[in-house]
């Protein structure tokens, strides 16, 4: 069988450099970046402006792959918040014409959104759920869902929750940033009030892998099985890291000024990924076994 080549955008992000750091075996990689040049030492990495006229085009012809998985976006909230027209372009419409063109080419689409499309209000959300956004990235992403799946009705959509682990060169996680924090013995101040299943990068791509190589279509949710706080969480990373959990400050969502909105709890109802053998393991376990991989800090 010949080798299938897989095209990542958003290469030098989180989620990108994760997934180019591991390839999956019996694939051809090859990822797409924008500002900056992720050190992979492997896959190449073709740097394009997704948002410029004609660039996807140029993109797809230079590279000819048999998958899109779409990671590109904007991701922090507050910059959509504060730059709903200037943020568009990458989070609605490069994911709308990609998935068009992915379609007119035969191409699979895999798009990556976000629990973030719902409120928080009543949780858990499964695949059926309407969205209903808090803020202008969720509204992005749920119009960008709507619009690929119009454009592309074969193509899986990829909902996401909080992703934990090393971030590469150019990337943030708060993972890395918080053990910084407490390692330096200064204070972190988490919210009590906003809980979410998170996941590590490792347990996020084997569930994209599935929607992949299984040609999933529609929407999938990707959440992991343990609901906590964020202050929890900071709890148990304390517990698994070595570190000084009076460190901790427990603070709710109100108490921040300027800030986009932020949904309470966004649970993913993960069963029909479950049904395709999605597993994510125990938040305790994925923490050891970063922690004893020794490359997030
Ligand atoms: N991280 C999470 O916890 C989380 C949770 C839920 C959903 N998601 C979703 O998962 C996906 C990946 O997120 P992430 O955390 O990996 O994002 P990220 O770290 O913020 O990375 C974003 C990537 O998009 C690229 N990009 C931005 N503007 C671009 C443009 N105009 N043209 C081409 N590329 C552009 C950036 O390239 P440069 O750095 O080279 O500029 C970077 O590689 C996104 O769809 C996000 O919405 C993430």
């Given at each position: 069988?010949?080798?299938?080549r ?22 051809e990689?090859?990822?797409?970046s ?28 230079d590279?000819?792959p ?7 976006a904007?991701?922090?909230l507050n910059?959509?918040e ?12 490069t ?7 992915c379609a007119?080419?035969?191409?699979r ?13 009543n ?23 709507a619009r690929?799946?119009?454009a592309n009705?074969?193509?899986a ?19 890395p ?7 330096h ?12 299943a ?8 084997s ?20 609901r ?22 427990a ?5 921040v000024?300027?800030?986009?909105p932020?949904?309470?709890?966004t ?17 305790q ?8 991989e020794?490359?997030?800090?």
């Open positions: 069988m010949d080798t299938r897989i095209l990542v955008t958003g290469a030098s992000g989180f989620l990108g450099w994760n997934l180019l750091r591991e390839p999956w075996a019996d694939w990689w090859i990822g797409s924008y500002r900056h040049d992720p050190e992979l030492g492997g896959p190449d990495v073709v740097r394009t402006d997704l948002t410029v006229p004609g660039a996807i085009a140029t993109l797809l012809d590279t000819r048999d998958v899109v998985l779409h990671a590109a904007v991701t922090d910059v959509c504060r730059d709903p027209d200037g943020t568009v372009q990458i989070n609605v419409e994911p709308a014409t990609l998935a068009a063109l007119r080419q035969g191409i689409f895999v798009f990556t959104s976000s629990d973030m499309v719902f409120d928080g209000r949780p858990p959300y499964d695949e059926t759920s309407q969205p209903c956004p808090v803020n202008i990235y969720g509204l992005q992403k749920a119009e960008a869902e690929v799946l119009a009705p074969e193509a959509i990829c909902r996401m929750p909080l992703m934990f682990g090393a971030a590469g060169p150019w990337a943030h996680n708060f993972l940033e918080w053990i910084e924090t407490l390692t013995g200064r204070p972190l101040m988490l919210f009590t009030d906003e809980y979410r998170p996941v590590s990068a490792t347990v996020a791509q569930g994209l892998r599935i929607a992949v190589e299984q040609q999933v279509s529609g929407i999938l949710h990707l959440g992991g099985e343990e906590l706080s964020r202050y929890d969480f900071g709890k148990l990373l304390c517990e698994v890291w070595g570190l000084d959990s009076a460190l901790l400050q603070v709710r969502r109100a108490d000024d300027g800030m986009a932020r949904p309470g709890d649970f993913l109802d993960n069963h029909r990924a479950k049904g395709l053998g999605y597993r994510a393991p125990s938040l376990e994925q923490l050891t076994g970063l922690k004893a020794g490359r997030v800090a």
